[in-house]
């Protein structure tokens, strides 16, 4: 089956630690996006490629880096300097459409918990 | 700025009962406009989309959404809510300049009591 696997589901780390949150896609998706979900606020977006080795910071950049070296794979890496990185992590695919504008599909999503 | 809101943060409703989720998106340009939703701890699945063309559009689980461009509204319907219906549904709007660049509304909670 086609889909976007994240890993791992749940993940805790202690202040001061660099942690790396892994999606996977097999779809065939040229895009990738990363969103951060709290409770009461949406999603916003942390950062987004549409292409290998591009990308571009969304809304919330500030603390996350991440890689795009293969079309499958988008790696999120949550530093030391998020300031409030405790949250949900939401991976999502999408193609790029002839319109510009198509659906984003989303992966399971990874629970981050600074201790 | 460009904003989605969703003023329920919560809606309880019958099982049974009808169900209508409201959205409004704040775009100076044609907006391409979604719902997803999402049950708990799990990632979103999109219900239905609207690009173009008739207003009313039809998704899947038996929901339906209508576009009234005068109102900047994309109100989200279903005629008998499942229990299986509660989770948290979340609008979205683009344009084209943004792509699949998505802003999402803060989502509301949907419960279904029996």
């Known amino acids: 089956d086609g889909g976007i696997t994240q890993s791992p589901k749940y993940l805790f780390r202690k202040e001061g630690q660099n942690v790396t949150l892994s999606c996977e896609q097999n779809l065939n998706h040229d895009a990738m996006y990363w969103y951060r979900q709290d409770p009461g606020q949406g999603l916003r977006l942390i950062y987004y490629?549409?292409?290998?080795?591009?990308?571009q910071k969304g809304d919330i950049a500030e603390g996350y880096s991440v890689s795009r070296e293969k079309k499958e794979s988008f790696p999120l890496t949550v530093t030391s300097a998020q300031k409030n990185p405790t949250a949900f992590y939401l991976c999502a695919s999408s193609r790029m459409a002839a319109r510009g504008v198509g659906e984003l599909f989303f992966g399971e999503g990874s629970r981050l918990t600074v201790l | 700025a460009q904003s989605v809101t969703q003023p329920d943060i919560h809606i309880t409703v019958s099982e049974g009962a009808s169900l209508e989720l409201r959205c409004n998106y704040s775009y100076g340009a044609t907006p391409y406009l979604f719902w997803y939703v999402q049950s708990p701890g799990q990632g979103l699945q999109l219900l239905l989309k609207y690009f173009s063309g008739d207003t009313l559009v039809q998704g899947i689980k038996g929901f339906e959404a209508e576009f009234k461009r005068s109102q900047s509204s994309f109100n989200l319907r279903k005629p008998s809510v499942h229990w299986s219906d509660a989770a948290e549904y979340f609008c979205a709007v683009t344009i084209k300049a943004a792509g699949n660049k998505l802003t999402f509304g803060g989502g509301t909670r949907v419960l279904v009591k029996p």
């Open positions: 490629s549409q292409i290998v080795n591009d990308f």
